[in-house]
């Protein structure tokens, strides 16, 4: 298992919601997504959410950090050992840590 943390500078936060979601990845697969502190359902909504997040910065700054993005990523020899519920316990373990 390899966990890669990228930070990201720009507010790019549809282009990187769309990059996550994008259906040619997860077309004929199961999608879980799990969305910690985030309430709406949809990319728009996402979005929505994380400028609103911004405005509330006391301290804005001109080399801010905007979002991370985190990805988990399982070995291609574990992949078919690897079940939806195992995935869903690690997603909720990795942020619960």
Wanted: aromatic fraction near 8%; proline fraction near 2%.
């Amino acid at each position: 298992m390899l966990v890669k943390i990228l930070s990201r500078h720009q507010p790019s936060y549809t282009s990187l919601m769309k990059y996550i979601l994008h259906e040619d990845k997860t077309k004929n697969k199961e999608q879980q997504i799990f969305t910690h502190n985030l309430r709406s359902d949809s990319i728009e909504g996402y979005t929505k959410e994380y400028i609103h997040n911004e405005a509330l910065r006391n301290n804005p700054r001109k080399d801010n950090i905007f979002l991370y993005h985190e990805i988990i990523s399982v070995s291609a020899s574990d992949k078919n050992a690897v079940t939806k519920e195992m995935l869903a316990d690690l997603a909720r373990q990795y942020i619960s840590l």
